[in-house]
C-alpha cells in the first residue's frame, strides 16, 4: 500500500516532470473574454493525456447536459457551444464515485502585450519560477491531476472508490457554467475545488458579484468635468455600500484570519467620458462579496441609486443604474467540522508539516459547486494574491516551483488518506 511518505519522496523524485507538465499546458492558451472562450485545444489534449493514462475520459460541452440553458444558474452570452468540458474516472476497488477534484481549464485574457516581458504562452521556468498565462490561474491544478495520476498508476495504487479528475471550461468573468455542468454530469459525495489561495482552505463561498453603475448629463456635454464632478458623491455612497459588505464578513465567523474582508469592495474601473464621443457619461465599475442573499442586496441597489438621484439631480446628472456584469454569486458554507477538511489539514501537515488556514473565499466556483454539487464541497489551491506582481490576471503571471511542489504532496496525501 503508498503510504504518504512513499508518495511524496517520488513526488520530489520525480518534480521536474511535474514543472514541464505546467509549462506544457501553459503553451497552449485557453483564453476567456466572458462571452467566448478559447479552451477547446486544451481540453482536447487533456483528455488525450487522461487516456493515455489508462483511465476512462469524457470530453463534453456544458450546453450537451439536458436542459441546461434552463437552469436557474445558467447566464446567457456565453457562447458555450464550443467550449468543452473533460472528465476522466480512476476507478477504484469498488466502481462508486467518491472524490471529484476540479480545475478550470480558462484563462484571462493576456492583455496588452507590451505590459508583459516576455510571450505570455512561451512557459518556462526560470529562478525557481515558472511562468505564463494561467501557470497561477488555474493550470497548476491541471497539471497536478496529470501528475499525481501518472504516478498512481505508474505505482499501483488502487482507491477504494472512484476518484473523479475534472478540467472545467467558463470559470473567469464569472462564468461558472463548466464547474455546473461538471457536478450536474458527476454527482460526488466529495468535492474539492483547485483553485485558490496557497496554504488556505476556503470552507465558505462568498456571495457577491461584479456590478457598473452608469450615470450621465442631462445635457450633451462637449467636456467630461460635470460627470468627473459627480464621482466623489458616486464613490461615497458606492463606499458606504462596501462598508456594509466589509463589516458583514469581519463579523462572520468563517472569515476570521482572512484577508476577504478588507477587500470586500474592489474597484475594477472608474469614467467620466467615453472616448472624446460620449462626454457626458460616467461609470463606476465595481466586484462585491457578501453573506447576503441577492433580494438583500437588491434592496440595497435601490436605496443607494435613490439615494444618487437625490444628490446628483441638482448637478444636471441623471443616474442610469447598477447593471450586473456577471451572474450574481450565491455565499454558501461547508460544515465547521467537515470531515474532508480535517482530513485535508492532516494531509498537509504529515506531507509538508504546514498546516493550512481555514477561512472563507472571495468570488469563485465554490459558489455553484457547493450550492448543485455537494454541501461537502471545499477549496483548496496553490494560487498567489491578485495584487502582488506576476499573480494571477497580471502580466508576467508566475507560479514559485516550490508552491506547485508542495500543492502536488498536499492533494496526493488527501487522496490517499480519503481513498487509500
Not at 501518472?150 to 476518484?163: A, E, M, R, T, Y
Not at 476577504?260 to 462626454?279: E, H, N, V
Not at 455565499?331 to 492532516?346: G, K, T
Amino acid at each position: 500500500m503508498l503510504t504518504v511518505s512513499e508518495l511524496c519522496h517520488e513526488i520530489d523524485a520525480r518534480k521536474e516532470e511535474l514543472f514541464e507538465t505546467l509549462c506544457e499546458l501553459v503553451r497552449i492558451p485557453s483564453e476567456n473574454d466572458g462571452a467566448y472562450g478559447a479552451e477547446k485545444e486544451l481540453a482536447e489534449e487533456l483528455h488525450r493525456r487522461f487516456i493515455a493514462l489508462g483511465l476512462e475520459s469524457e470530453l463534453y460541452s456544458p450546453m450537451e447536459l439536458e436542459g441546461f440553458s434552463s437552469h436557474p444558474d445558467y447566464v446567457e452570452g456565453h457562447h458555450l457551444e464550443n467550449r468543452y468540458n473533460v472528465t476522466a474516472r480512476y476507478r477504484g476497488a469498488t466502481n462508486e464515485d467518491e472524490l471529484l477534484l476540479m480545475g478550470h481549464s480558462d484563462t484571462v485574457v493576456a492583455g496588452d502585450l507590451n505590459r508583459w516581458d516576455f510571450d505570455p504562452f512561451e512557459g518556462f521556468i526560470k529562478d525557481g519560477k515558472i511562468f505564463g498565462r494561467g501557470a497561477v490561474d488555474d493550470k497548476y491544478a491541471l497539471a497536478t491531476m496529470l501528475f499525481l495520476a501518472k504516478i498512481f498508476k505508474d505505482k499501483g495504487f488502487l482507491p477504494q472508490k472512484n476518484l473523479l479528475l475534472n478540467a472545467y471550461c467558463d470559470e473567469e468573468r464569472g462564468g461558472s457554467h463548466g464547474a455546473l455542468a461538471a457536478v450536474l454530469k458527476h454527482p460526488c459525495p466529495s468535492i474539492l475545488n483547485m483553485d485558490g489561495r496557497a496554504d488556505t482552505v476556503w470552507n465558505c463561498g462568498s456571495g457577491g458579484q461584479e456590478v457598473k453603475l452608469f450615470f450621465h448629463t442631462e445635457k450633451t456635454a462637449d467636456s467630461a468635468i460635470t460627470v468627473a464632478q459627480a464621482l466623489p458623491i458616486v464613490l461615497e455612497e458606492t463606499e458606504r455600500f462596501g462598508e456594509r459588505r466589509r463589516q458583514e464578513l469581519r463579523e462572520n465567523p468563517f472569515y476570521q484570519g482572512s484577508p476577504i474582508p478588507d477587500t470586500a469592495l474592489r474597484y475594477m474601473g472608474i469614467r467620466a467620458g467615453y472616448d472624446c464621443m460620449d462626454l457626458g457619461r460616467g461609470e463606476v465599475f465595481f466586484i462585491f462579496y457578501t453573506d447576503k442573499t441577492k433580494a438583500e442586496i437588491d434592496g440595497e441597489f435601490a436605496e443607494l441609486e435613490a439615494t444618487l438621484r437625490s444628490r446628483l439631480a441638482p448637478l444636471g446628472i441623471v443616474v442610469e443604474g447598477i447593471v450586473p456584469q456577471v451572474r450574481f454569486f450565491h455565499y454558501v458554507q461547508c460544515a465547521p467540522d467537515s470531515a474532508d477538511i480535517n482530513m485535508l489539514v492532516a494531509a498537509s501537515e504529515e506531507a509538508t508539516g504546514v498546516t493550512p488556514t481555514v477561512c472563507g473565499s472571495c468570488l469563485s466556483d465554490l459558489s455553484v459547486i457547493s450550492k448543485y454539487g455537494s454541501s461537502e464541497a471545499f477549496a483548496y489551491g496553490a494560487g498567489r494574491e491578485f495584487s502582488e506582481p506576476g499573480g494571477p490576471h497580471q502580466p508576467n503571471e508566475y507560479m514559485p516551483c516550490e508552491n506547485l511542489l508542495h500543492f502536488a504532496k498536499v492533494i496526493g496525501a488527501y487522496v490517499l488518506k480519503k481513498l487509500g
